[in-house]
Structure formats: C-alpha cells, structure tokens
C-alpha cells in the first residue's frame, strides 16, 4: 500500500532527548480494519479521533500530532478518512 504525503504548511520542531528535529511532511498509509477501530474508541471526541487517526496512520506518536498546527490537521484528517469507503463524513451522521 502507498502512502499519501502531505507537506506540512507549517512545519513543526520536535525535541526527542538531545536531537531536535523539523518535521515538514507525514506520509499517511491506507486505513486497515484495526484502524477503524479507533472509531469506535472515539465515536463521541472527534477531534481527538482525527489526531489518533493521523498518528495511527503516520506512524507519528500522539504527542507529536498533538503538535500540528490547526491548518494542517483539517486536511491531514480529511487524508486519514478519505479512503474510507461508505463511510460517514467526519460529523455525519448516521
């Protein structure tokens, strides 16, 4: 499965012990059916589903996306459910 990447439009500085690094870009993997679950978890926190989504996707950890500026999290999530086929809008309902 490719990945989709999306280049940050505002990149990010994430400090892991010593080594600080800029992260400009997140490649997002196809959703699996483990993915979905996520879902199910965060039915009632939709914010919090989409940040999960894209970490789980990214391969990113949570406190990183936690990071991302607001401009990029609505098309980085819009990314993460797009290949969701028949599935509901991010706050559809059913």
């Known amino acids: 499965m490719a990945a989709t990447v999306y280049p940050l439009k505002h990149p990010i500085i994430v400090t892991i012990g010593e080594r600080t690094e800029e992260i400009t870009s997140l490649a997002l993997r196809r959703a699996t059916g483990n993915d979905l679950l996520l879902i199910d978890s965060f039915r009632h926190q939709p914010m919090k589903l989409v940040l999960e989504m894209i970490a789980a996707l990214s391969g990113q950890p949570f406190v990183i996306i936690q990071k991302l500026d607001a401009g990029d999290v609505g098309p980085l999530g819009e990314l993460a459910f797009a290949n969701v ?8 309902t059913s």
Not at 85 to 92: A, F, K, T, V, W
């Open 85 to 92: 086929e028949d599935g509901l809008p991010i706050g559809g």
